[in-house]
DNA sequence: TTAATTATTTATCTTATGTTAAAGGATTAG
DNA sequence: CTAATCCTTTAACATAAGATAAATAATTAA
């Protein structure tokens, strides 16, 4: 749980007992590629770190599957709109490799809140810098055409399209996957 | 600031003191219609609340004005991008009726998380809440289509479109003022 | 390794939305 | 109260993206 606590040092210092309880409320997950680690329906109740692997958020409207986000490496998952209502979610978590995950228990995780406030701090401050990425990422969806959008990703993210199936792209984007094959074949 | 604690008590109860402590760092502050409470550029440093009236947070793109965001009375309004990082906001926030607001500091605000980790608890349970809200917006941005995304502004939030110019609210939907208007002529 | 499946591209046609311009309404300021 | 400004709609045309279908290309499983 190295890369975790590494991760943790970005937001918030923690104290070898707060580190400790975490410890105790995680667990190491290794998934096979194209396994769901959370299913549609039901409810968020681990937050994931990925220690390798890729994985997305994903959903269907009207039947069509639709990538919401894509998540690497070092980074935090959770399907929030679930996490912090305590409604199921009608999204899944799906991983794209062979990936190996920590698994903390959320609601674990939330009553050690009021034992160790330094842990409630570091959540505030991950889920915090979490807005602010979709708060942006609404900016990148309003006004960009289709083009501007798979531009925009192939400069800021160019690890998804080296390592996301197209298709999962396309629907991250807003768009067809024939709508997408015909923007990278240059228009 | 009745209505504030009145909106607090939604998501965490606070003690007298607390209380008090956010009444010290906090002002009531009328602006009129149509003038900038913050301006573009400026480093979010202010939490407000609005007690009367409806503001947007809006930026250029290209030289257009793009409304990211409306927020009517009994809401929290900040600039997170900003807010969160310490970096100048590329966004304004402008009242769209004469408005009374309260100015909370968002400075000493942060400061209050020491000394009152149910302000902190507070807060945080806040901008989670908005947080799950921006998350549903994107769902609502992906794959749906312009007349889609009119109807359900209209069933969901139809005090947007009572006390909105059309041309903002075209923007929001990330449409042109134009479109806006085909879409509501009935097609 | 080959067959089967899955992913990507290409082509054609259709449609929604953008662009520009102009006219009609509504609101605001003097 | 009137003129000036701003907001909204309508029209005509251009274009980006959707839908469907079929052809390649790449992966996976037997």
């Known amino acids: 749980m190295n890369l975790l606590f590494q991760y943790f040092k970005q937001f918030n210092t923690l104290s070898k007992e707060a580190e400790a309880a975490i410890v105790a409320i995680s667990s190491i997950v290794t998934i096979k590629k194209g396994k769901d680690l959370q299913p549609i329906g039901h409810t968020c109740k681990t937050i994931y770190f990925i220690n390798k692997g890729v994985a997305r958020i994903y959903y269907f409207k009207d039947g069509i599957d639709i ?76 006004f960009h055409s289709a083009e501007e959008r798979y531009n925009a990703l192939l400069s800021e993210a160019p690890n998804v399209l080296m390592r996301v199936p197209l298709k999962y792209v396309a629907s991250y984007l807003g768009i067809t996957q024939v709508s997408l094959s015909r923007i990278r074949a240059h228009r």
């Open 67 to 142: 990538t919401e986000s894509f998540f690497f490496e070092n980074n935090i998952i959770a399907r929030v709109e679930s996490l912090f209502t305590g409604k199921p979610s009608r999204k899944a978590i799906q991983v794209l490799e062979d990936s190996e995950v920590v698994a903390i228990n959320a609601n674990q995780l939330f009553k050690l809140y009021d034992t160790f406030p330094e842990i409630e701090r570091l959540f505030r401050k991950i889920f915090e810098a979490a807005y602010v990425e979709t708060v942006n990422r609404i900016e990148g969806m309003q």
